[in-house]
């Protein structure tokens, strides 16, 4: 089984819609991060949260809102969905020790009409 | 605020060619440095890390090197096969460690 998983892995949706993306673990990482991929502008860092008490915005997150459930789940909204957020999303896990690797979902492919 | 460049953008070479990917970073105080692989539509793995205090690390044919003081990184791939062909991304984290990414360079291997 993957060790992070992310729900749905394809969607779309219409303008004005509120969505959610799910990202579950079994990494028992404390770190999680969102990231968007758009074509030639490579990963760019949404919101990322340290432990469960612990939310921090990233370089894009207008439009974009999250919550940690619990160690092992953080998910993403978009309040009210616009095309410019039509994009590749993924969640990662980083352990907070020395190495600090990232290990990435399989990502959800957004699209927003 | 970092930022993380890698030359070429796309490349394509013949089967069995060894080659070298590129990352430059602009602020030398960081953390470590990442390689990932990333395969069309598919999420990032990991390939190598480099702490900042490592010159360099290797995995079969892979090999990076870090310079901290010139800011830069190569990733180095022996005897090149049509399986290595996908996207390879450089991420650098510093004292927060945030990585931030480059834009990646696209590898095709032909046979």
């Known amino acids: 089984d993957a060790d992070v998983t992310q729900t749905p892995r394809n969607r779309i949706t219409k303008t004005g819609k509120r969505i959610m993306l799910e990202c579950s673990q079994t990494k028992g990482h404390d770190r999680m991060y969102w990231y968007r991929q758009d074509p030639g502008l490579g990963l760019r860092l949404i919101y990322y949260s340290f432990d469960v008490k612990d939310i921090n915005k990233g370089e894009i997150s207008d439009g974009y809102s999250v919550s940690r459930q619990a160690q092992a789940k953080f998910s993403l909204s978009l309040e009210s969905a616009i095309p410019n957020q039509t994009a590749l999303y993924f969640c990662?896990?980083?352990?907070?020790?020395?190495?600090?690797?990232?290990?990435f979902g399989p990502g959800t492919r957004l699209l927003v009409l | 605020k970092q930022e993380v460049t890698q030359i070429p953008a796309a490349l394509s070479v013949p089967e069995g060619e060894n080659l070298v990917l590129n990352c430059s970073f602009t602020?030398?105080?960081?953390?470590?440095l990442q390689w990932f692989r990333q395969d069309p539509g598919k999420g990032l793995t990991s390939l190598l890390l480099?702490?900042?205090?490592?010159r360099e690390q290797t995995s079969g044919r892979l090999n990076a090197s870090l310079d901290k003081s010139s800011g830069r990184s190569t990733l180095y791939i022996a005897a090149s096969q049509p399986g290595d062909s996908a996207t390879y991304l450089c991420a650098v984290s510093g004292g927060s460690y945030i990585p931030t990414f480059g834009r990646g360079t696209s590898l095709i291997v032909h046979p």
């Open positions: 602020d030398s105080a960081i953390y470590n």
């Open positions: 990662a896990t980083s352990d907070g020790k020395i190495q600090e690797t990232q290990y």
């Open positions: 480099i702490q900042s205090s490592q």
